[in-house]
């Protein structure tokens, strides 16, 4: 697992296999629930991007807010800022967090 600090959140995601970068977003409660589509994705050849939502998993969320979908949706795009922007994402909470920072999109 690789770490990421922000300002509210110590957030720890996965970077695995290589190619074509894809982000899988988990919406709450279990952070490894896109960890068998991940696994599918980096052996057909993608590099998948999956962090822990903050509060979640390996992650830490240092304030009240940092586990909120805007704070998720804007953890998401220090993600990709720190690994490089992903061709595609998903979401396992309908893509709420994603949607919520267009304008941070790659």
Do not use: N
């Not at 998720?72 to 909470?93: C, F, I, T």
Request: hydrophobic content about 35%.
């Amino acid at each position: 697992m690789k770490r990421l600090s922000t300002s509210d959140a110590r957030i720890a995601y996965s970077d695995d296999g290589e190619g074509p970068a894809v982000l899988l977003l988990h919406g709450s409660f279990s952070p490894d629930w896109l960890a068998p589509a991940g696994r599918r994705l980096a052996g057909d050849g993608y590099r998948v991007l999956r962090p822990h939502r903050a509060g979640y998993g390996q992650s830490e969320d240092l304030t009240d807010d940092g586990a909120s979908v805007a704070a998720h949706a804007e953890h998401a795009v220090q993600v990709m800022l720190d690994a490089g922007p992903p061709e595609r994402a998903s979401s396992g909470s309908g893509g709420r967090s994603a949607s919520s920072r267009p304008s941070r999109a790659c």
